[in-house]
T-cell receptor, first 110, second 114 residues
Framework: GQNIDQPTEMTATEGAIVQINCTYQ??????LFWYQQHAGEAPTFLSY????GLEEKGRFSSFLSRSKGYSYLLLKELQMKDSASYLC???????????FGPGTRLSVLP | GAGVSQSPSNKVTEKGKDVELRCDPI?????LYWYRQRLGQGLEFLIY????????KSGLPSDRFSAERTGESVSTLTIQRTQQEDSAVYLC????????????FGPGTRLTVL
């Protein structure tokens, strides 16, 4: 079956660093994607990982370990505008379907 | 250039009525996806199109749901005999071909079934 797990909610302080974890069990793997979704808006793409390791993109970094079925999204120098849901998604074996996790709602406090 | 557009942005309908939701993908994007998102929940995959064929319809929740796509452009998602549990935001996304292609999402259609 397809299963992706993320923490439901997280809270962090402005200026801090937060790590959002994602574990997955899917029928195959063709990349792991992270999306940001502000309340009432559509998801927007943040990053993707295909190979093991860390991908850095400004304040955001994403890490992947395929052998462990594990990824995390690291957000540095948190800003209030980073308060949003963060969705982890895996593209399956046939490269057609994206399986999304339930999302992690991040609240950044002053 | 224009992003993915969806219409209507909001739809309120009575239980038992049929509704049709429209998605205009980004020009040149051959892949098109429909998702459903219930309030406070994650995205639920419904159907995927590559061109105008749908190799993966596994996510359609019942035979009341159907979708079609004309060429590599507009897609419509039709829900027949709507039920209250169909109330959700229906999101459309498009991407270029290729396994690593980023999906671009439309603003969604918020469907409310009374």
């Amino acid at each position: 079956g397809q299963n992706i797990d993320q923490p439901t909610e997280m809270t962090a302080t402005e200026g801090a660093i937060v790590q959002i974890n994602c574990t997955y069990q899917t029928s195959g793997f063709n990349g792991l994607f992270w999306y940001q979704q502000h309340a009432g808006e559509a998801p927007t793409f943040l990053s993707y990982n295909v190979l093991d390791g860390l991908e850095e993109k400004g304040r955001f970094s994403s890490f992947l370990s395929r052998s462990k079925g594990y990824s995390y999204l690291l957000l540095k120098e948190l800003q209030m505008k980073d308060s949003a849901s963060y969705l982890c998604a895996v593209r399956d074996n046939y490269g057609q379907n994206f399986v999304f996790g339930p999302g992690t709602r991040l609240s950044v406090l002053p | 250039g224009a992003g993915v557009s969806q219409s209507p942005s909001n739809k309120v309908t009575e239980k038992g009525k049929d509704v049709e939701l429209r998605c205009d993908p980004i020009s040149g994007h051959t892949a098109l996806y429909w998702y459903r998102q219930r309030l406070g929940q994650g995205l639920e995959f419904l159907i995927y199109f590559q061109g105008n064929s749908a190799p993966d319809k596994s996510g359609l929740p019942s035979d009341r749901f159907s979708a079609e796509r004309t060429g590599e452009s507009v897609s419509t998602l039709t829900i027949q005999r709507t039920q209250q549990e169909d109330s959700a935001v229906y999101l459309c996304a498009s991407s270029l071909a290729g396994k690593l292609a980023e999906q671009f999402f439309g603003p969604g259609t918020r469907l409310t079934v009374l």
